[in-house]
């Protein structure tokens, strides 16, 4: 698709719930460090495949996988490769911010903990893990306040900085600005932007101004299918296919 080095990729992925076949030979790739929106009518398969890179459905039991999913030469469904090790590597950002209910500092410091990083070394991380999502400057002399007492879009923030303190390669986002107030969400799409420069970024989004602000390339879906994928531009601006034309310009 362009000459970037591909970080992520699903090739002839398929997936069933039962008998219910959700997705459908499902081949795309996310180039590293760009921001890839996919969007697609609700249902048609977006956080099921989202999902698929970071093993979440190792919870299901009646989820089958086919098909191979890469990050850079590592297939993450090898049994060699543990389910923590590709959620530290793959982080995910889910639609209503869910912060524990604890502080905001104790918010980083537990999955810092839990991934046995040396207590001396916390302080710093959250310090940077904050400032890398806008937050310091908010929160900073506020840090043992109960993170459930921030507003909606200081939350979202606080759990883009949960995900960025493990440095991971590659965030998900599922519709992460959709339960926010426009000035909320675009203090969020500031901030991806901002991360992109770092983290490779795959965001499901309903809000179609939203992917042409923020994402490189976008993917549309169409029940279970990939249907087209390109520059943002070239989706919205010179769609290839009747569906995605329709879909972009609202006739849906
Ligand atoms: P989207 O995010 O695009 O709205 P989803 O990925 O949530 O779509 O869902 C795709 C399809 O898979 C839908 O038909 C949905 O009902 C079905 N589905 C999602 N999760 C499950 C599950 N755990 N068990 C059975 N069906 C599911
Ligand atoms: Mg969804």
Redesign the pocket.
Known sequence: MNEAIIKLSAQGLNLW??N?H?LKNVSVTFPEKQVTALI????????????CFNRMHDL?P??RIEGKIMLENEDLYDKKISVTEVRKRVGMVFQKANPFPKSIYENINYGLKINDIPSKERPAIIERALKESYLWEEVKDELKKPATRMSGGQQQRLCIARTVALRPEVILM?EPCSALDPISTRKVEELIVQLKKQYTIVI?THNMQQAQRIADQTIF?YL?EVVEEGRTDDIFNHPQKDLTKNYVSGHF
């Open positions: 719930f039962g219910k959700v697609g009518p609700s249902g048609c398969g977006k956080s099921t495949l989202l999902r299901s009646d989820a599922d499901v879906m279970g």
